[in-house]
């Protein structure tokens, strides 16, 4: 079984420390870029399995850097995880047109970005599935 890659794409260090060093245990190679202005860039290089976007960064917002990737053939299926401080139902929704695969607000527990990353990615080795039923699916009460 190959490791699963997953670019994320955070500009808090200790939220992202925390997130690399949950999915790293549980086997996940984990990238990191603080910065929005440079996200398609790395996403582009890194060709990773999943990416975990912010929605507010430095340079540029996570709901700009989506609109973008799902803009491009090679990139409108991938499996994108959005997070937000702000866990408002009008943020679930601007993530849910831009086409975020799945949301969670922040804070949330270690196990549920596992989880939702693991969902949206296919699990060990199976294919991406989600969009906006994942969305509203996802329990806005979580955090």
Request: glycine letters at 10%; aromatic letters at 4%.
């Amino acid at each position: 079984m190959s490791q699963k890659h997953v670019l994320l794409i955070e500009d808090e260090p200790h939220i992202a420390e925390a997130i690399r060093f949950i999915l790293t245990r549980a086997g996940w190679c984990v990238a990191h870029e603080p910065s929005g202005t440079r996200a398609i860039e790395r996403i582009t290089a890194a060709a990773p399995d999943a990416v975990i976007l912010d929605l507010m960064l430095p340079g540029r917002s996570g709901l700009e850097i989506l609109a973008e990737l799902r803009g491009q053939p090679c990139f409108a299926d991938l499996p994108v995880l959005m997070l937000s401080a702000r866990g408002q139902g009008r943020d679930r929704e601007a993530a849910a047109r831009a086409g975020a695969t799945e949301f969670l607000a922040k804070p949330f527990a270690n196990a549920d970005v596992l989880a939702a990353l693991e969902r949206i990615v296919g699990g060990a080795g199976g294919s991406a599935a989600g969009g906006a039923a994942a969305l509203s699916a996802a329990a806005p009460g979580r955090h």
